[in-house]
């Protein structure tokens, strides 16, 4: 018997079982629509947090800070600066030291000068604002909605007496547009037990949330060198060189791994190092972690439905019996009866598998309500489908079929033909 005529046989089969087959079905759906869902959501996830962590630095990024033994107290006099939080800090010998590294091209300290600066006086109102103040990042993205950020030989994109100043401050600023700000020149007041300093820095550009708004910080951006000048004029004698953390950027993506390898051979087990990879890669973790938890219960769910299959499919063998025995004894292979039956379980897998995964892809229609309520940028997709992945779900769903086929159609060949035709 021709393979196109068993399959035909096979949908005349579940045409005279229709509600059995549908319930059987759905059944199956019911998994597929889950793991389909998964996947989408991993796909949109780990697109959305790529795009998050690949603003906030690059591949060549290296992040550096000074290892402490929780076990050990440190002792007087014979350890580094210890910040308020117990970190262990790093200074400009550090720095002086990394900087001498193969491929490495730029060291940039952290500085955080958010707690020096009281105030930002605008030239359009002359208002005295408190502000948030952001140090630009190496490698660090912005989504700019008025002026320009060249280049700079060092890699960076905004150089020293400069900043960036987000939109959502314009109008406490007096600018009406974002090109208004693009120009003027702002005051940054810092105070410390170290003195006073007032930064004029030029605006040169206004940056605004993106896709990847998570990341994104209103304030005013200014540059490393800025941030270390004016920790320098305000805190305390000797403690102006001290940092948390130091980001090294090496001459070359590929190059990163080499240096990080560099940086902790140089501290002799002082430093602690980790590329810009890797906290992607750990980060990417946490999606894949609640993808797989889904993608667990989804196969939870096509575990159970192939219980359902079994039975349907020996519920058909039984109620088929004299048939069986009929067309044995008209010359049909049992070979071809095993097909049969497996066939018409593939034919429920698809079914299933359509119909799970076309709803979980329809899901994907709310990518515009969901980005809505999330707040996120116009045109960001939080579920994701993938043509290949739903067509391979569809494939599975029909192999699973025919696995969970196997004994009812097993026992549809052993029948006798003349005790299947006596059978009542």
Do not use: C
């Given at each position: 018997?021709?393979?196109?005529?068993?399959?035909?046989?096979?949908?005349?089969?579940?045409?005279?079982?229709?509600?059995?087959?549908?319930?059987?079905?759905?059944?199956?759906?019911?998994?597929?629509?889950?793991?389909?869902?998964?996947?989408?959501?991993?796909?949109?996830?780990?697109?959305?947090?790529?795009?998050?962590?690949?603003?906030?630095?690059?591949?060549?990024?290296?992040?550096?800070?000074?290892?402490?033994?929780?076990?050990?107290?440190?002792?007087?006099?014979?350890?580094?600066?210890?910040?308020?939080?117990?970190?262990?800090?790093?200074?400009?010998?550090?720095?002086?030291?990394?900087?001498?590294?193969?491929?490495?091209?730029?060291?940039?300290?952290?500085?955080?000068?958010?707690?020096?600066?009281?105030?930002?006086?605008?030239?359009?109102?002359?208002?005295?604002?408190?502000?948030?103040?952001?140090?630009?990042?190496?490698?660090?993205?912005?989504?700019?909605?008025?002026?320009?950020?060249?280049?700079?030989?060092?890699?960076?994109?905004?150089?020293?007496?400069?900043?960036?100043?987000?939109?959502?401050?314009?109008?406490?600023?007096?600018?009406?547009?974002?090109?208004?700000?693009?120009?003027?020149?702002?005051?940054?007041?810092?105070?410390?037990?170290?003195?006073?300093?007032?930064?004029?820095?030029?605006?040169?550009?206004?940056?605004?949330?993106?896709?990847?708004?998570?990341?994104?910080?209103?304030?005013?951006?200014?540059?490393?060198?800025?941030?270390?000048?004016?920790?320098?004029?305000?805190?305390?004698?000797?403690?102006?060189?001290?940092?948390?953390?130091?980001?090294?950027?090496?001459?070359?993506?590929?190059?990163?791994?080499?240096?990080?390898?560099?940086?902790?051979?140089?501290?002799?087990?002082?430093?602690?190092?980790?590329?810009?990879?890797?906290?992607?890669?750990?980060?990417?973790?946490i999606i894949n972690g609640v993808q797989y938890g889904l993608l667990a219960f989804g196969a939870l769910a096509l575990l159970a439905s192939m219980f359902g299959i079994i039975n349907t499919m020996y519920i058909s063998v039984l109620e088929r019996t004299q048939q069986i025995g009929l067309m044995k004894a008209l010359g049909m292979r049992s070979r071809d009866v095993g097909k049969l039956f497996r066939y018409e379980a593939a034919l429920i897998g698809i079914i299933g598998g359509v119909i799970g995964a076309g709803g979980a892809s329809l899901l994907s229609l709310l990518?515009?309500?969901?980005?809505?309520?999330?707040?996120?940028?116009?045109?960001?997709?939080?579920?994701?489908?993938?043509?290949?992945?739903?067509?391979?779900?569809?494939?599975?769903?029909?192999?699973?079929?025919?696995?969970?086929?196997?004994?009812?159609?097993?026992?549809?060949?052993?029948?006798?033909?003349?005790?299947?035709?006596?059978?009542?």
């Open positions: 018997m021709r393979r196109i005529d068993i399959i035909r046989r096979a949908g005349q089969g579940l045409r005279q079982a229709k509600m059995r087959t549908a319930l059987t079905a759905l059944a199956m759906s019911v998994g597929a629509f889950t793991i389909g869902l998964a996947l989408m959501l991993g796909n949109g996830g780990r697109a959305f947090l790529t795009s998050v962590i690949e603003s906030a630095g690059s591949a060549s990024t290296v992040y550096v800070t000074h290892t402490r033994d929780e076990m050990k107290l440190p002792e007087y006099g014979k350890n580094k600066a210890i910040s308020e939080t117990g970190a262990v800090m790093l200074n400009d010998d550090d720095v002086a030291k990394l900087s001498k590294l193969k491929h490495v091209k730029a060291v940039r300290p952290y500085v955080n000068v958010t707690q020096a600066v009281r105030y930002v006086e605008s030239p359009a109102n002359h208002k005295r604002l408190i502000a948030s103040i952001n140090v630009k990042n190496e490698g660090k993205s912005s989504k700019i909605v008025a002026g320009t950020l060249p280049k700079t030989d060092d890699g960076t994109d905004l150089t020293p007496g400069h900043a960036i100043l987000a939109q959502e401050y314009l109008a406490d600023f007096g600018f009406a547009t974002a090109q208004d700000a693009v120009g003027k020149t702002i005051t940054l007041h810092a105070e410390g037990p170290g003195g006073t300093h007032d930064a004029q820095l030029k605006v040169v550009a206004v940056e605004t949330a993106g896709m990847t708004s998570m990341s994104y910080q209103p304030g005013v951006t200014i540059t490393t060198d800025d941030a270390m000048l004016i920790n320098h004029k305000t805190k305390a004698p000797g403690t102006a060189n001290q940092y948390f953390s130091v980001v090294v950027r090496a001459d070359r993506d590929e190059h990163a791994a080499a240096v990080k390898d560099a940086v902790v051979k140089l501290g002799g087990g002082d430093y602690q190092a980790q590329t810009f990879t890797e906290a992607k890669e750990g980060l990417l973790s990518n515009p309500w969901i980005v809505e309520k999330l707040k996120f940028e116009k045109g960001m997709q939080v579920l994701l489908p993938e043509a290949w992945q739903m067509i391979a779900l569809v494939v599975l769903l029909a192999i699973l079929g025919i696995i969970a086929s196997y004994v009812p159609s097993r026992k549809a060949t052993k029948l006798d033909p003349i005790e299947a035709l006596r059978a009542e």
